[in-house]
């Protein structure tokens, strides 16, 4: 069970990125600040919970959250700039839309390029350590699905409805015959040697 907060006088933020190892579609981010006294039911990292559960999380992690906001960068971008940088300019972006300004960015993971003036300190697994990043987990994976599937309905033949742009053995398959995609990243091996 994650811990409630990080600091308890700073106003903080939890960030957190979805789809960064993916061969397609955009990387998502998700900012979220949490009141301190509040415990939601079946919070964790959000790959450790059913896509039903994920989902149902959401709903009450909008309801009731401070703040919420998630952004994206898409494919272009992300050939761009690299992907470990477009995950963090996605959650810079997601940042940005908070109608509330954290003190504190608590950012899963162990690098971050900082944001404005704000704080920020780099937590390795911090989806399954604090509420707020993963919270912010919740919402980052739950709208890059969605938005793949809604990408699916257009390409049926990658199969992005079951694994949402994820280097499967199908999806590759659906690569080497079908060739890339506009959503496709140039920047990543799309095919094995």
Same mark, same amino acid.
């Given at each position: 069970?994650?811990?409630?907060?990080?600091?308890?006088?700073?106003?903080?933020?939890?960030?957190?990125?979805?789809?960064?190892?993916?061969?397609?579609?955009? %990387?998502?981010?998700?900012?979220?600040?949490?009141?301190?006294?509040?415990?939601?039911?079946?919070?964790?990292?959000?790959?450790?919970?059913?896509?039903?559960?994920?989902?149902? !999380?959401?709903? %009450?992690?909008?309801?009731?959250?401070?703040?919420?906001? %998630?952004?994206?960068?898409?494919?272009?971008?992300?050939?761009? %700039?690299?992907?470990?940088?477009?995950?963090?300019?996605?959650?810079?972006?997601?940042?940005?839309?908070?109608?509330?300004?954290?003190?504190?960015?608590?950012?899963?993971?162990?690098?971050?390029?900082?944001?404005?003036?704000?704080?920020?300190?780099?937590?390795?697994?911090?989806?399954?350590?604090?509420?707020?990043?993963?919270?912010?987990?919740? !919402?980052?994976?739950?709208?890059?699905?969605?938005?793949?599937?809604?990408?699916?309905?257009?390409?049926?033949?990658?199969?992005?409805?079951?694994?949402?742009?994820?280097?499967?053995?199908?999806?590759?398959?659906?690569?080497?015959?079908?060739?890339?995609?506009?959503?496709?990243?140039?920047?990543?091996?799309?095919?094995?040697?």
């Amino acid at each position: 069970m994650p811990k409630k907060f990080f600091n308890k006088y700073l106003l903080e933020a939890g960030c957190d990125e979805a789809g960064r190892g993916c061969l397609a579609g955009p %990387v998502f981010a998700a900012a979220v600040i949490l009141p301190k006294d509040l415990r939601i039911k079946g919070l964790d990292d959000s790959k450790k919970i059913k896509e039903e559960d994920r989902n149902s !999380l959401r709903k %009450v992690i909008e309801k009731k959250a401070i703040a919420w906001a %998630v952004a994206s960068l898409n494919p272009k971008e992300i050939d761009e %700039v690299n992907i470990l940088n477009a995950s963090f300019y996605a959650m810079h972006k997601a940042i940005s839309k908070l109608k509330t300004t954290p003190e504190l960015l608590l950012i899963d993971g162990n690098r971050f390029i900082p944001y404005k003036q704000i704080k920020h300190e780099c937590i390795i697994k911090g989806d399954s350590k604090y509420n707020a990043i993963a919270a912010a987990s919740i !919402l980052a994976k739950t709208y890059r699905d969605d938005y793949m599937k809604s990408l699916a309905n257009k390409f049926p033949q990658y199969s992005w409805h079951t694994n949402k742009g994820y280097p499967t053995i199908l999806h590759r398959q659906a690569i080497q015959n079908h060739g890339a995609t506009i959503h496709h990243r140039n920047s990543f091996r799309l095919l094995p040697e």
